[in-house]
């Protein structure tokens, strides 16, 4: 019974270039959650996803960020033109239809842009 | 804008010990408060608390909520070696938002 699985766990990228962040939910949850954690921060909301829906955004940064979860495959967050502001550790979580508090995060991707 | 703030930012205890950990939150409408130990990866749930006064207990994990003071406690007894972890505490609010929000998180580091 697999976790929240996110790939890759470390992804380093130059200032410019694009990043991709790749999400699968826990089997049989329908909600899919991004959340950033900066060093010395708590987490910080970004999005909140269910199936080739955005249900909020509004954590979004309003340019380079954008979310998709697609009716097949994983959730995608991906950050366009990278700034050394971006590096940070971006956590997925999932959760079953109805139950919006109670989370199940993933390991986290952790983004380093030299 | 919704608020949580956790203290002590870190903590250092022996083998043991007891601990008490604080959060207290500011939101304009409280759904639920919930509790998540993070060792170095993924941030693990522990509790869900929606009704003031109403322990919720896990092994030596413990944890209780009022809403009027607007604030929460995390216990843990007879700290071992591996309850080291960052604590982190989280609000979620109601009406139409899905989002937590967290506290920065304590810091606990238990010593033999």
């Known amino acids: 019974n697999a976790g929240v699985m996110q790939n890759p766990r470390h992804l380093v990228r130059r200032r410019g270039q694009e990043a991709r962040l790749r999400c699968s939910p826990m089997k049989g949850h329908s909600h899919v959650y991004w959340y950033r954690q900066l060093p010395e921060e708590g987490l910080k909301f970004m999005v909140y996803l269910q199936k080739e829906n955005i249900i909020d955004e509004s954590g979004m940064p309003k340019e380079r960020f954008s979310a998709e979860f697609p009716k097949e495959g994983p959730s995608i967050l991906r950050i366009q033109q990278v700034v050394r502001g971006d590096s940070a550790a971006y956590f997925c979580?999932?959760?079953?239809?109805?139950?919006?508090?109670?989370?199940?995060f993933g390991e986290g991707s952790r983004l380093t842009v030299l | 804008e919704d608020k949580v703030v956790q203290s002590p930012l870190s903590l250092v205890v022996h083998e043991g010990d007891t601990v008490t950990l604080n959060c207290s939150y500011e939101v304009t409408n409280f759904r639920s408060l919930l509790w998540y130990k993070q060792e170095k990866k993924a941030p693990t749930f522990l509790f869900m608390l929606t009704s003031s006064g109403i322990e919720k207990k896990s092994g030596r994990l413990s944890s209780i909520l009022d809403k009027k003071e607007l604030f929460s406690i995390l216990n843990i007894t007879a700290t071992q070696t591996g309850d080291s972890a960052v604590y982190l505490c989280a609000v979620e609010s109601g009406a139409g938002s899905y989002q937590l929000t967290f506290g920065k998180g304590t810091k606990l580091s238990v010593i033999p």
């Open positions: 979580a999932s959760s079953p239809a109805g139950r919006t508090g109670e989370l199940f």
